[in-house]
């Protein structure tokens, strides 16, 4: 079978190939006994009939467009067979029959799309700015001090008034204009003075109470509440203070320590929150760095996606979120108002999102073809071992994945552009600090 292919425009590439006219003779044959039980002609039973009845009777081409479709899938993969190396199919065929003769068989020509050409015109001496990673002792005592808050014990009092920090029980009713309102009233409603849990004034105007009190309370719903028919309104509660409970807090030493940890002492403790905090600095130093250097290489890469490409990463990013959507059967017209814009400026940004990730895809993978770099099958091995490494079933499903030549290729790309990164990574430069210098 003749085979050509030829680049167009963009990332067009047309396949030209044929069917022989021997197997296209084997075709019509094929197609003939696959619809005889469909046809009819008076004064023939259709087990009786033969390829030459019909075709003399509706023409010799009446099998050829159903042969040419039934050919055309086995011989589409046959061309496909001699695909050059370089060129990566990204879409789905489209095919055109060019001829159809008993002589010359079927010619057939297919559009597709392949991976676009990308140009990198620098990814060497890419800048940065270094994010600082100092940690401090204080950073070290309010990591204390949250935790500290978690283990706070609730202790009831009864011989002061309710403060700020307390935790009150609290029966409450809300009015408007002396009628009462729909969620406006609860019994045994727990309350830490000081969230701002409430509308404003409503805490503010506990405290000072004791337990056994009952009191209204004069409040003003914000302009912009969530339900309109309270918006903006004035609002009486009245309030019955059930409970005061105040918050004690452990002392932070080494028996606390011991409590919320391994260690026995609090310097132990506090040097492992210092190496936890300065690991964690490192982290988002290191994700800072490397965002800021994808961000200077996109700007040096060149690149045409056909709209395929784009259609589809679009339609990912939509199947991943509507999939984080859970039981919420959200619509992305509804998923847009919840973030609080339009479907159509919604879809806007997720085009401008799909190419900038393929762009910087692309670009990264450019790099990495650039310094030669290569995935070693040890390499692909230890990847997909990392990934199911938590899984019930870790080497059966590492067996699994690693039969499906797809799934291979996908995270050979990854690796790829891993290392695409890195090679960016190290050839880069930080950028100097400039000081401020004191005016005098």
Same mark, same amino acid.
């Given at each position: 079978?003749?085979?050509?292919?030829?680049?167009?425009?963009?990332?067009?590439?047309?396949?030209?190939?044929?069917?022989?006219?021997?197997?296209?003779?084997?075709?019509?044959?094929?197609?003939?006994?696959?619809?005889?039980?469909?046809?009819?002609?008076?004064?023939?039973?259709?087990?009786?009939?033969?390829?030459?009845?019909?075709?003399?009777?509706?023409?010799?081409?009446?099998?050829?467009?159903?042969?040419?479709?039934?050919?055309?899938?086995?011989?589409?993969?046959? !061309?496909?067979?001699?695909?050059?190396?370089?060129?990566?199919?990204?879409?789905?065929?489209?095919?055109?029959?060019?001829?159809?003769?008993?002589?010359?068989?079927?010619?057939?020509?297919?559009?597709?799309?392949?991976?676009?050409?990308?140009?990198?015109?620098?990814?060497?001496?890419?800048?940065?700015?270094?994010?600082?990673?100092?940690?401090?002792?204080?950073?070290?005592?309010?990591?204390?001090?949250?935790?500290?808050?978690?283990?706070?014990?609730?202790?009831?009092?009864?011989?002061?008034?309710?403060?700020?920090?307390?935790?009150?029980?609290?029966?409450?009713?809300?009015?408007?204009?002396?009628?009462?309102?729909?969620?406006?009233?609860?019994?045994?409603?727990?309350?830490?003075?000081? @969230?701002?849990?409430?509308?404003?004034?409503?805490?503010?105007?506990?405290?000072?109470?004791?337990?056994?009190?009952?009191?209204?309370?004069?409040?003003?719903?914000?302009?912009?509440?969530?339900?309109?028919?309270? @918006?903006?309104? =004035?609002?009486?509660?009245?309030?019955?203070?059930?409970?005061?409970?105040?918050?004690?807090?452990?002392?932070?030493?080494?028996?606390?320590?011991?409590?919320?940890?391994?260690?026995? $002492?609090?310097?132990?403790?506090?040097?492992?929150?210092?190496?936890?905090?300065?690991?964690?600095?490192?982290?988002?130093?290191?994700? @800072?760095?490397?965002?800021?250097?994808?961000?200077?290489?996109?700007?040096?890469?060149?690149?045409?996606?056909?709209?395929?490409?784009?259609?589809?990463?679009? !339609?990912?990013?939509?199947?991943?979120?509507?999939?984080?959507?859970?039981?919420?059967?959200?619509?992305?017209?509804?998923?847009?108002?919840?973030?609080? $814009?339009?479907?159509?400026?919604?879809? &806007?940004?997720?085009?401008?999102? =799909?190419?900038?990730?393929?762009?910087?895809?692309?670009?990264?993978?450019?790099?990495?073809?650039?310094?030669?770099?290569?995935?070693?099958?040890?390499?692909?091995?230890?990847?997909?071992?990392?990934?199911?490494?938590?899984?019930?079933?870790?080497?059966?499903?590492? &067996?699994?994945?690693?039969? @499906?030549?797809?799934?291979?290729?996908?995270?050979?790309?990854?690796?790829?552009?891993?290392?695409?990164?890195? =090679?960016?990574?190290?050839?880069?430069?930080?950028?100097?600090?400039?000081?401020?210098?004191?005016?005098?």
């Amino acid at each position: 079978m003749s085979v050509t292919f030829e680049k167009k425009d963009g990332s067009k590439l047309e396949i030209l190939f044929s069917v022989s006219p021997e197997e296209f003779e084997k075709g019509i044959n094929d197609v003939f006994y696959k619809v005889r039980g469909r046809i009819n002609m008076p004064g023939f039973r259709q087990n009786k009939l033969t390829r030459k009845i019909v075709e003399m009777r509706y023409g010799k081409e009446y099998f050829y467009a159903e042969a040419a479709d039934d050919l055309l899938n086995a011989a589409y993969k046959k !061309a496909l067979l001699e695909l050059p190396p370089e060129y990566k199919l990204v879409s789905r065929p489209e095919a055109d029959v060019l001829s159809i003769s008993a002589q010359e068989g079927v010619k057939y020509k297919v559009e597709v799309y392949i991976e676009p050409d990308v140009t990198v015109s620098e990814y060497k001496g890419l800048t940065y700015k270094n994010e600082e990673n100092v940690i401090t002792d204080a950073d070290v005592n309010n990591e204390l001090e949250m935790l500290a808050e978690k283990n706070v014990r609730l202790v009831t009092v009864s011989q002061r008034a309710a403060q700020k920090g307390d935790e009150v029980d609290i029966d409450y009713e809300g009015f408007v204009d002396g009628v009462p309102f729909e969620g406006g009233a609860d019994e045994n409603a727990t309350l830490s003075l000081g @969230s701002q849990r409430f509308i404003p004034g409503f805490e503010e105007q506990i405290e000072g109470h004791e337990t056994g009190d009952e009191f209204t309370i004069d409040v003003k719903f914000p302009d912009e509440y969530h339900s309109e028919d309270l @918006s903006g309104k =004035a609002a009486q509660f009245k309030i019955k203070l059930n409970e005061i409970r105040e918050k004690v807090y452990p002392v932070i030493d080494d028996e606390f320590a011991q409590d919320v940890s391994d260690f026995d $002492t609090l310097q132990e403790y506090k040097d492992s929150i210092y190496n936890d905090l300065k690991l964690k600095a490192e982290i988002k130093a290191k994700q @800072s760095k490397e965002a800021q250097l994808l961000e200077a290489l996109l700007k040096n890469v060149s690149v045409e996606f056909p709209e395929c490409m784009i259609d589809d990463a679009v !339609a990912n990013k939509i199947e991943d979120i509507t999939q984080s959507f859970g039981s919420y059967k959200l619509s992305i017209e509804d998923y847009a108002k919840y973030i609080g $814009t339009t479907e159509e400026e919604f879809m &806007k940004s997720l085009r401008v999102s =799909a190419v900038r990730d393929l762009t910087a895809r692309r670009g990264l993978l450019k790099v990495a073809e650039l310094e030669n770099v290569t995935v070693s099958e040890d390499e692909l091995n230890q990847k997909v071992s990392d990934i199911f490494s938590k899984s019930a079933n870790p080497e059966e499903e590492v &067996k699994k994945f690693l039969e @499906s030549e797809q799934v291979r290729d996908f995270i050979k790309l990854d690796l790829l552009a891993e290392k695409g990164l890195n =090679a960016i990574v190290s050839y880069s430069i930080e950028e100097e600090k400039v000081e401020e210098k004191e005016e005098l």
